[in-house]
């Protein structure tokens, strides 16, 4: 059993940066290949990006493209999310979720383990 913690939300004005952290405990941090999802009210969870267990290979949706970069540090079993030129439609529950194969999959029904979720809000 893996457990994810999510840290670093808040409040920014447009065109800020936030730094978001994904703790992981409970289990091989490094067989997980990672993503980091976001859901804004009355919208459905999106896939933001995604990172495969060696950090090789990264996947953005378009939407961030340019915008946010992911990375692990395995021996801190910790996956991020830097997030520039944030705007205020980034604004969401952002959610880190570990999958146990080592593909870059953007549906969230096949992750196996989520964290609580931290808020961004984007102010304009």
């Known amino acids: 059993q893996v457990q994810l913690v999510e840290s670093g939300g808040g409040l920014v004005q447009a065109g800020g940066s936030l730094r978001l952290s994904c703790a992981a405990s409970?289990?091989?941090?490094?067989?997980?290949?990672m993503g980091w999802f976001r859901q804004a009210p009355g919208k459905e969870r999106e896939h933001v990006a995604g990172i495969t267990r060696s950090g090789g290979r990264t996947y953005y949706a378009d939407s961030v493209k340019g915008r946010f970069t992911i990375s692990r540090d395995n021996a801190k079993n910790t996956v991020y999310l830097q997030m520039n030129s944030l705007k205020p439609e980034d604004t969401a529950v952002y959610y880190c979720a570990a999958d146990r194969e080592n593909l870059l999959r953007v549906g969230w029904y096949v992750y196996d383990y989520w964290g609580q979720g931290t808020q961004v809000t984007v102010s304009s």
């Open positions: 409970g289990g091989t941090f490094s067989s997980y290949a």
